[in-house]
């Protein structure tokens, strides 16, 4: 069986495409219903992935196949389902990503990324009517788990996800406590959550550079908690006597 030539598939949509416009500016379809515009985006994405069932190698096409799909059902949408419209579009899009990803899970390992980011917005369209005061954790969680999973696609190779999962994961805790707590144990919960991360990328990749910068931020992120427990100016006292106890016995030991 003969496979569709691409050129030839392209060469009809633009004319199409060129046609429609002209007629548009000529007022021609000043009337037309949506259902037209609907139907048509449909048609435009059904003929993006006749490409791609037809030629494997042609995975590109299932990009602008199910994003025209997702337009025209947003276009085709009854009333009662608009609220929900742009998180069914975006799921389109992120359909899209998620095929190129799981037919070549080795070579397209990078679709993860933007279909995880996509995913997450159509997720926050769909549900901030009922978690309105949520929605920033569900976005920055939801990238940050996207990062995890590209970290899991390939853990030796791809250990770098773990850094963005790591602070998404810790901007999205944030989000819910900092009503909780003030600005200064909010940062102590953001160190902390750095220091876990760079102790999870030393422990999971034997990269003992990263115990350093965990072990730097995780007495950072004490010294904000610190303040919860009202011990906060106990603790600076306590280190001021300490840090300067040790210069002295530095100056004495020098002169000895």
């Known amino acids: 069986m003969k496979k569709f030539d691409v050129r030839i598939v392209m060469g009809l949509l633009l ?13 021609y379809l000043e009337n037309v219903s949506d259902y037209f515009w609907g139907i048509l985006f449909v048609m435009v994405g059904l003929t993006f992935l006749s490409l791609l069932f037809s030629d494997k190698n042609n995975w590109w096409s299932a990009i602008p ?7 025209g059902a947003l276009i085709l949408l009854p009333e009662s389902l608009e609220d929900i419209g742009g998180g069914i579009f975006l799921g389109g899009v992120a359909l899209s990503f998620w095929y190129v990803y799981l037919t070549d899970r080795n070579g397209r390992w990078w679709a993860i990324i933007p279909a995880g ?5 159509s997720l926050l369209v769909i549900v901030s009517e009922y978690f ?12 940050g788990l996207t990062f995890l999973f590209v970290y899991l696609t390939n853990r030796t190779e791809r250990w770098w996800a773990l850094i963005p999962f790591g602070v998404l994961s810790t901007l999205a805790t944030i989000t819910v406590v900092s009503e909780k707590v003030g600005e200064f144990q909010s940062a102590g919960v953001f160190f902390l959550g750095l220091a876990i991360t760079f102790l999870l990328v030393a422990l999971l990749t034997k990269m003992t550079w990263a115990y350093y910068p965990a072990a730097v931020l995780a007495v950072m992120g004490i010294f904000g908690l610190a303040s919860l427990l009202n011990v906060m100016n106990y603790v600076w006292a306590v280190g001021l006597i300490v840090v300067g106890v ?4 530095r100056y004495f030991m020098g002169r000895a």
Not at 15 to 27: E, Y
Not at 117 to 121: E, I, S
């Open 117 to 121: 980011v996509v995913t997450a917005l």
């Open 65 to 71: 196949g199910f994003i025209f799909l997702a337009l």
């Open 246 to 249: 040790f210069v002295l016995f």
């Open 15 to 27: 004319i199409v495409g060129g046609g429609l416009m002209l007629a548009q500016t000529m007022g």
């Open 132 to 143: 309105e005061d949520y929605s920033a954790a569900i976005v920055l969680g939801g990238i």
